[in-house]
């Protein structure tokens, strides 16, 4: 089950005393609580096709992956790219479209909970060719009223070229969460 904070249907905001939804009791209302990441059967297949492109065995490439993200990270070496976007729909409508987004999207989304001033979302960036893989990571800021805020990160440790991974991973949640924002 995913790591979620909280177990009522609303929680009071710490200044004001206005409720905001819990993203528990939303992911609940939305059938998105369920068991798994899923995010390992997208590593494990792209381990096998570059086994089977470079003709080597799987566990060799896995070896020497783990090999080059271990070093690259003894090293510091790391991309990190942030991106912040301001959507014009309610705390509930943009919630419900960054856990649609993040739950049908290739980040998945292994983590959501509650935070003092809305949620957190982190789903993972998955292993290619040129990225050794990652994580993304979505503060969604209840601002109070008909806006959004919502910082996006991508982390992708061991590696210090990024080859716009990061950003391509945070846009295209963005794009989908704008898109269905609009239908909540």
Known sequence: MLGLAGDGQVQEEATGGA?????????????????????EEARTGILAGLGALGGAEKAVMQVSLSFGKSLGQSLGMKNATEITQRLHYGYEATLRAMLVAMSSGTSGLVAAFDTAGGAYLEGIVPRSILVLGGKVMFDV???????????????????????????????????????????F
């Open 19 to 39: 409720q905001r939804v819990k993203v528990q009791a939303l992911m609940a209302d939305m059938g998105l609580l369920r068991k798994g990441s899923g995010g």
């Open 141 to 183: 800021i209840d601002s109070g009223g008909p806006q959004t805020e919502i910082i996006g990160t991508c982390l992708i440790p061991g590696q210090k070229y990024g080859y716009g991974a990061g950003k391509k991973a945070l846009s295209e949640v963005f794009e989908h969460a704008e898109t269905l924002a609009r239908r």
